[in-house]
Nanobody, 125 residues
Framework: QVQVSESGGGSVRSGGALRLSCVVSGYDFRDYCTGWFRQAAGKGREGVGTRDSTGSTTYAESVKGRFTISQDNAENTLYLQINSLKPEDTAMYYC???????????????????WGSGTQVTVSS
């Protein structure tokens, strides 16, 4: 059974940094696309980045240069390093997994079968 669980959110000041973790079980990273999404209050779920089975990553323009996705295969964990945080980064952040090689931040949320429950990031100015 595939399970996905995020952690690492918190409240930080503008300009700060956070590292979110996504622990996965029940599947092999080499077979799946894993994505990070965020959803601000009153808005839709937005894809911010993906890491595919080869380790290649894609990022939304709004986060490129500030967000970095990495992976620890031994720990079955995907990370989202967020630097230079801005108030507009405030959102619930989700990790999601989809079987297969198609993997891009523009893929809709409906593409992903497995989701965590999210971790809240709040950035104050």
């Amino acid at each position: 059974q595939v399970q996905v669980s995020e952690s690492g959110g918190g409240s930080v000041r503008s300009g700060g940094a956070l590292r979110l973790s996504c622990v996965v079980s029940g599947y092999d990273f080499r077979d799946y696309c894993t994505g990070w999404f965020r959803q601000a209050a009153g808005k839709g779920r937005e894809g911010v980045g993906t890491r595919d089975s080869t380790g290649s990553t894609t990022y939304a323009e709004s986060v490129k240069g500030r967000f970095t996705i990495s992976q620890d295969n031994a720990e079955n964990t995907l990370y989202l390093q967020i630097n230079s945080l801005k108030p507009e980064d405030t959102a619930m952040y989700y990790c999601a997994a989809a079987y297969g090689s198609d993997c891009h931040f523009k893929l809709p949320a409906s593409w992903y079968r497995y989701w965590g429950s999210g971790t809240q990031v709040t950035v104050s100015s």
